[in-house]
T-cell receptor, first 113, second 116 residues
Framework: QKEVEQNSGPLSVPEGAIASLNCTYS??????FFWYRQYSGKSPELIMSIYSNGDKEDGRFTAQLNKASQYVSLLIRDSQPSDSATYLC?????????????FGAGTRLAVHP | DAGVIQSPRHEVTEMGQEVTLRCKPISGHDYLFWYRQTMMRGLELLIYFNNNVPIDDSGMPEDRFSAKMPNASFSTLKIQPSEPRDSAVYFC??????????????FGSGTQLSVL
């Protein structure tokens, strides 16, 4: 089992729809969760972080966390073609006295006009 | 600040050759990370430094890979000898913290490495 799992996609949604991206993780001790966006040929950039169970909203983006189910999701409302990118879920792993960030392989989102 | 600067942007080499990738982190960032990205394996952490000291190198694939950070403004990742399976995009990132708590990682533009 991979430490952070995501459906590779592509997830295709029409412009204006809600895009739902999902991620599961295996380490029950993880406390910090992140979504990075990566445009084709570019580097990842952080768009959301979440640390507590529940929802966190930032503009058109909502991150959802359920630690009991070891599940993180990202909702993008009113999807735009400019949202077309690969979305990477990242989770912390704490071992040996230090933290590190583990990324999933990413879900490719395609928003079509 | 110009952000994290990596060089070269592209590197094409032949199997068996030595490859050196370079990174200049954002000034003031105490943490520097080297990641490798492939279609098959996604974004993998190879090694990270705190205040120029390697903290976790468990992701370094094998002895052919080595990384150094001689000062706060420069790091190298070396592959010797290179193999075709090393072909990937190598990202350097820096941060004010370990990136796994509440500080984000700032990524460089990456080096696209092709080993023929």
């Amino acid at each position: 089992q991979k430490e952070v799992e995501q459906n590779s996609g592509p997830l295709s949604v029409p412009e204006g729809a809600i895009a739902s991206l999902n991620c599961t993780y295996s380490d029950r001790g993880s406390q910090s969760f992140f979504w990075y966006r990566q445009y084709s040929g570019k580097s990842p950039e952080l768009i959301m972080s979440i640390y507590s169970n529940g929802d966190k909203e930032d503009g058109r983006f909502t991150a959802q966390l359920n630690k009991a189910s070891q599940y993180v999701s990202l909702l993008i409302r009113d999807s735009q073609p400019s949202d077309s990118a690969t979305y990477l879920c990242a989770v912390n792993r704490f071992s040996g006295g230090y933290n590190k960030l583990i990324f999933g392989a990413g879900t490719r989102l395609a928003v079509h006009p | 600040d110009a952000g994290v600067i990596q060089s070269p942007r592209h590197e094409v080499t032949e199997m068996g050759q030595e490859v050196t990738l370079r990174c200049k982190p954002i000034s003031g960032h105490d943490y520097l990370f080297w990641y490798r990205q492939t279609m098959m394996r996604g974004l993998e952490l190879l090694i990270y430094f705190n205040n120029n000291v390697p903290i976790d190198d468990s992701g370094m694939p094998e002895d052919r890979f080595s990384a150094k950070m001689p000062n706060a403004s420069f790091s190298t990742l070396k592959i010797q000898p290179s193999e075709p399976r090393d072909s990937a995009v190598y990202f350097c990132a820096s941060s004010l913290a370990d990136g796994a708590t509440n500080e984000k990682l700032f990524f460089g533009s990456g080096t696209q490495l092709s080993v023929l």
